[in-house]
């Protein structure tokens, strides 16, 4: 099958995440932070998009880096075609390269424990129902859904709030108030479908 039919047949979830940890400099008090997310999934010749967010009053970056991956991955209801954005090298390299020798060697590394453990075996766990793709973004380098996850991060960071799974998404009213209030991305066309099958 090829052209439009095959792309509005897509099992592609596109999952755009970030995180934020407010207070990263302070020694003598917690950092809250929090992580957030983009789905997106083409079908019917348009995009069904959802949000996720979710925080913690004590945490790190890389702590929420892997819950906001283990949260998205476990909201799909079936297997699926991911393709997972996310400007953490710590959970697109771990996530891919690095969890492969960690699962063999019983989550430990090669100094002793290994950092966030329990959290890598969650999202083991959560990975195998679906083939997942990694892909790495600079983070602020202007690419509407990452800076649409910061905003998500951010905000669920400050408020300590959750979204409790996934929710109808605010990024086309986001788009829309960054183009006129900004005049940002005023080039890119949110309607436009994902590449076409090889």
Not at 105 to 131: C, F, I
Not at 142 to 167: F, M, T
């Amino acid at each position: 099958m090829t052209g439009q039919n095959a792309r509005s047949e897509s099992r592609s979830v596109y999952i755009h995440a970030d995180e934020s940890c407010l207070g990263n400099q302070n020694t003598d008090r917690d950092s809250p932070g929090g992580a957030g997310g983009l789905l997106e999934y083409w079908h019917n010749d348009g995009w069904t998009r959802r949000d996720f967010w979710l925080s913690e009053p004590a945490t790190t970056n890389n702590r929420m880096a892997l819950k906001g991956a283990i949260v998205a991955l476990n909201a799909l209801k079936r297997p699926c075609e991911v393709v997972f954005v996310s400007d953490s090298q710590y959970l697109v390299r771990g996530a891919s390269e690095w969890i492969h020798g960690w699962r063999r060697s019983n989550w430990r590394r090669k100094g002793g424990v290994l950092e966030n453990a329990e959290l890598w075996q969650e999202l083991d766990a959560a990975m195998r129902a679906h083939r997942v793709e990694w892909k790495w973004v600079r983070g602020h380098a202007g690419h509407p859904r990452n800076e649409y996850a910061n905003y998500l991060a951010i905000r669920a960071a400050r408020e300590q709030s959750s979204s409790d799974g996934v929710v109808p998404s605010g990024f086309e009213a986001w788009l829309r108030d960054q183009r006129e209030k900004y005049g940002r991305y005023l080039d890119f066309d949110e309607w436009r479908g994902p590449p076409l099958p090889d």
